[in-house]
């Protein structure tokens, strides 16, 4: 049974900073392409970062410059460092695998998320 849990949302002000993780079970997590997916109220989800099994990352527009993917295989984790935080990245944070590289099409079921406010 594949599952996905995320974890370090919070609340913080513009320009702040939080580390998001998730640690992934059920899957063969090495091989896998692993995303980060956002979904604000009234979005609808959208993928804001991937990451290919050899470190290979791609980047929404939107956050590319404040925020950054990695991976421990070893840990089976993979995580979103969010720097230069704004209100409008306010939004529920998922990690999901991605059906492949340059794909936005998550694989598995989703996790609960974890929140993450900016407060202006």
């Known amino acids: 049974q594949v599952r996905l849990l995320e974890s370090g949302g919070g609340l913080v002000q513009t320009g702040g900073s939080l580390r998001l993780s998730c640690a992934a079970s059920g899957i063969i997590f090495s091989v896998n392409v692993m995303g980060w997916y956002r979904q604000a109220p009234s979005k609808q989800r959208e993928l804001v970062a991937s990451?290919?099994?050899?470190?290979?990352?791609n980047y929404a527009d939107s956050v590319k410059g404040r925020f950054t993917i990695s991976r421990d295989n070893a840990k089976k984790t993979v995580y979103l460092q969010m720097d230069g935080l704004k209100p409008e990245d306010t939004a529920v944070y998922y990690c999901n695998v991605v059906q492949r590289y340059g794909s936005s099409d998550a694989r598995e079921p989703w996790g609960q998320g974890t929140q993450v406010t900016v407060s202006s």
């Open positions: 990451i290919t099994p050899g470190a290979r990352t």
